[in-house]
């Protein structure tokens, strides 16, 4: 009988485990986002606008006198009697909305006053209608048509409540005493609040935007913008959005409520490409902001040469994340943002039950945003502080890190296919030179313990990253850590390719879809948990296939050893742990890593015990051994360096084979001491007995 008829689940076992795996990686789903016209970055001949104090050029005001006296009654007396006295001039020479006001706009320079009220630009809302109903422009997966610059010219509403096309040196602020009292509300009737356009030294200040399809506020194409004391709240997607935009400031501002982040500075211009850590000037800086209650307080898809300092993202999904994973974004792979002194805390929050629920299936205006609920748009882990998702050359440095239910510091790479480059070269261009020194983790600014459930987790790809001295729990178990001097990296490692779990993981997490409700099984990011968690699967699948292959090889050749008796002992026990250990993907614990040394030892036995009898299957055993032990201390002692695959990946593919021969090895007739059966010499046969009467004859003579 052959040895696949003796043991046909072992082979299909494998297969099935290779094909879905297979399956996985050839099924990623595409990545979206935003999604805008192709745009070109800027010049960079522009600069950050200042604030001008002068009076107002134009004035916005409502016609109900005693609504607006009671807005203002409690402002202190000089802002009262300066709000009334621009009142009179408003009722006078102003407009009704703020649309009619930039239209206005005539010339650089210009000053815009809002006064205290609620501005729901009513002549705005309506549906499009005549040629603007009938644009022919491409859909994106969202639903909304990408226009052009000229189609936004023509039918400037299609999409945004408050249209700034082409003006320059505008100055935008509300003249309340807080940003509260002067609110512009789209009413979940317009995919942007508020829509800045190739206007160059924007300046907006002092009001809240509110109530989106897409995004509050949104700064397109610009060379210079000030986003100052502006609060945003309860849009789809963003609170603040600024895209393919140069000499940058967000400051003093806060987001709150929106499905993605408060804070987007998506492919800001990428004018340190090719630079080490030491860059001239920053696209963009955003310092005193608040991003709260968000699937995640700051973001950036190709979020380049951002300078982020002194803020505060807490109580959201995940803190701040920076990725290369979206395709139409230039300046793709992210790279040198910079982070310090950023509160980073208590990001735990978990939105992903408003999909499974059914809320986010229902219109904007029905889901209860304004009641808490957000709608989460990307796949993302809940308890993070900061994730980067493919970045290159971003410094975080001095931060505070506390109170995350999963981890700190959250590193990973993004092949450019999941972008949509296939070039070979590209596939590897992401996570590199990284660099995490000095920053407070599990304490608060008090020095009060708020730890993190690790600081750290790592896919393991990338070159020249590195940590500070010892974070309290990490994946893989030691981290090279940073020098003194940026650059100055001890324990390196270069992989081209990051830990086979952890991918696996990743790319089961990413099939998400909020439009479809479609929650990934499989990853504990929306729940799974226990024997749902596709780590957990995939152990239980390969130690399933070990304990029968492993079994039947000990009945059948290692019986009768006692070494190799005790080598399955300790196997079968490392098989335990190694599922055990699945459990725990958020935990740092040594248990991963003493399951790969039982392993590694039971492997060990085992080819020392098959020596005299199999000695090529043997020497197979040992090698597996090896690896296994070398995976083991490159987990939990020291990633070995300059090693361009990690031992799990060699690992893999010697087991593979291993198994495959050990049960052709176990499947051959033998005998429980490990001596096959046709190998065995018949023992000679007793001579037979003399009969009785022929001892007893005497002879003759002639017999003599």
């Known amino acids: 009988m052959s040895w696949t008829r003796r043991f046909p689940a072992v082979p299909a076992a494998l297969l099935a485990a290779l094909l879905s795996l297979l399956t996985v990686l050839a099924a990623a789903p595409a990545a979206r986002a935003h999604e805008e016209r192709p745009v070109t970055l800027p010049d960079g001949t522009g600069s950050v606008p200042a604030y001008r104090a002068a009076e107002p050029d134009v004035l916005v005001c409502k016609t109900d006198r005693a609504a607006f006296e009671r807005r203002i009654s409690a402002f202190p007396d000089d802002l009262r009697q300066r709000n009334l006295a621009l009142y009179e001039r408003c009722e006078k020479s102003g407009y009704r909305h703020l649309q009619e006001a930039v239209d206005a706009v005539d010339r650089p320079g210009m000053n815009i006053a809002i006064l205290p009220g609620l501005y729901e630009e ?20 969202l ?85 100052d004391d502006v609060l945003t709240r309860w849009n789809d997607e963003y609170g603040f959005l600024t895209f393919a935009s140069d000499h940058g400031l967000y400051k003093n501002c806060e987001s709150y409520g929106n499905g993605d982040s408060g804070i987007y500075p998506g492919s800001a211009s990428n004018i340190n490409d090719g630079r080490g850590y030491d860059v001239p000037r920053y696209s963009i800086e955003i310092t005193g902001c608040r991003s709260h209650h968000n699937m995640v307080g700051y973001s950036g898809t190709a979020g380049d040469s951002v300078w982020v300092h002194d803020n505060e993202f807490d109580q959201n999904m995940g803190g701040a994340s920076m990725d290369s994973a979206f395709p139409g974004h230039p300046g793709l792979p992210q790279n040198h943002a910079k982070f310090e002194r950023n509160l980073i805390h208590d990001n735990n929050q978990d939105y992903y039950g408003n999909v499974a629920d059914g809320t986010c299936a229902k219109p904007p205006v029905e889901r209860g945003y304004e009641r808490g609920v957000v709608c989460p748009q990307i796949s993302m882990p809940p308890g993070t502080g900061i994730i980067t998702a493919g970045g290159n050359w971003n410094l975080y440095e001095d931060n505070w890190v506390y109170g995350h239910e999963r981890a700190g510091f959250f590193l990973s790479a993004v092949p450019a296919f999941i972008r949509g480059e296939e070039a070979w070269s590209k596939q590897t261009d992401t996570s590199h030179h990284n660099r995490y020194a000095g920053n407070v983790m599990g304490r608060d600014k ?37 020098g003194e001097r940026r650059g100055a990296v001890s ?15 990743l790319l089961v997490c990413a099939d998400y879809n909020v439009q479809a409700r479609k929650l990934p099984a499989g990853c504990d990011w929306y729940g799974a948990r226990g024997l749902e968690r596709v780590e957990t699967q ?16 000990w009945r059948r050749r290692l019986r009768g050893s006692r070494l190799g008796t005790a080598a399955s002992l300790l196997g079968l026990a490392g098989l335990a742990l190694d599922v055990a250990g699945s459990t725990t993907a958020w935990v740092s614990t040594p248990v991963p890593a003493v399951a790969l040394l039982l392993l590694g030892l039971w492997w060990a036995g085992a080819g020392l015990a098959l020596r005299p009898t199999r000695p090529w299957l043997a020497r197979l055993t040992l090698l597996l051994a090896g690896l296994t032990l070398l995976d083991a201390f490159d987990k939990a002692v020291l990633m070995i360096p300059w090693t361009p695959l990690s031992p799990a990946w060699v690992r893999a593919l010697v087991a593979v084979v291993w198994v495959l021969w050990a049960v052709v090895a176990s499947a051959r007739p033998g005998t429980p001491d490990g001596t096959p059966a046709n190998d065995r010499t018949p023992a000679p046969a007793a001579p037979a007995p003399t009969p ?10 002639d017999e003599r």
């Open 446 to 482: 008090s020095g009060a313990a708020r730890p993190n459930g690790m600081d750290v987790w790592w896919d393991g790809q990338g070159r020249g990253n590195c940590w500070q001295d010892g974070p309290a729990g990490s994946t893989p178990g030691a981290v090279p850590q940073c």
């Open 538 to 553: 995939l152990a239980l699948a390969v130690a399933a296939v070990l304990l029968l292959v492993g079994g039947v090889l």
């Open 143 to 227: 639903g909304y048509q990408i226009l052009s610059y000229e189609q936004q010219v023509q039918c400037r509403h299609n999409q945004n409540l408050v249209a700034i096309l082409g003006k320059t040196d505008l100055q935008i602020e509300g003249t309340g005493a807080s940003r509260l009292d002067v609110v512009v509300d789209a009413k979940y009737q317009k995919l942007n609040a508020i829509r800045a356009d190739r206007s160059n030294g924007v300046y907006f200040r002092n009001f809240t935007a509110q109530r989106t399809t897409f995004n509050s506020l949104y700064v397109l194409a610009g060379d210079g913008f000030v986003i």
């Open 122 to 141: 009513e002549p705005s809302l309506p549906q499009p209608a005549g040629e603007c109903a009938a644009l022919k422009a491409p859909q994106s997966s």
């Open 692 to 701: 009785a009467h022929h001892a007893a004859r005497p002879t003759s003579g």
């Open 491 to 505: 324990g390196a490692s270069a992989r081209l390719v990051g830990e086979p779990v952890k991918l696996v993981q």
